[in-house]
């Protein structure tokens, strides 16, 4: 029997590996969104911070923008257009009293994040891909599943308001 090369073995290894990571990351049953194709990005919730955000009224929720290395460094310096590659997340919960916090100072004085609330969305940047929609793919997932066609027809529609800053409603928060 002829042994066998430690560099065969190392690739095998890799490839296996990589085969096994890529395989949990997509997930079997990983869904899309129904109009721009984009799903849950692996690892969003490890990305960096971009800006916190208190929606008021039928919304009443406090917000967390996250951004994927390309939209913080874009960010950070304030780029516009956003570059391709780019991914936005936010993420929501319910805008709750602190009752401790009540009892300390005898009236509402804090609030946290509660539950989670309005789902989680994103946006990605491929200007070629997503051109009728200002460069940008939307997506809105409800328990890891994406909301229905109605939902996504509404994405871009409300953030044309938004188009002298690339259709991003956040702004960096330092």
């Known amino acids: 029997m002829k042994p066998i090369p430690i560099f065969v073995i190392a690739a095998t290894i890799a490839v296996s590996v990589s085969g096994a990571m890529i395989f949990s990351a997509g997930g079997a049953d990983d869904e899309s969104s129904p109009i ?3 799903k849950i990005p692996p690892g969003y919730r490890d990305w960096r911070l971009i800006s916190v955000a208190h929606e008021e009224g ?6 967390a923008i996250l951004g ?15 570059p391709d590659g780019t991914i936005i997340a936010r993420l929501a919960w319910s805008y709750d009293l602190l009752e401790e916090s009540s009892k300390a100072f005898g009236r509402p004085q ?4 509660g539950p989670p609330k309005n789902g989680v969305q994103f946006m990605v940047k491929d200007s070629r891909k997503y051109a009728s929609t200002g460069g940008w793919g939307f997506a809105h997932f409800n328990d890891g599943k994406p909301a229905d066609e109605a939902v996504h027809n509404t994405c871009f529609s409300c953030h044309q308001v938004a188009k002298a800053r690339d259709f991003v409603f956040n702004r960096y928060a330092p």
């Open 58 to 63: 039928n919304l009443n929720d406090l917000r």
């Open 36 to 38: 721009f194709g984009v």
């Open 110 to 113: 804090s609030f946290v994040a």
């Open 68 to 82: 994927n290395d390309v939209a913080i460094a874009a960010s950070r310096e304030g780029k516009l257009p956003f």
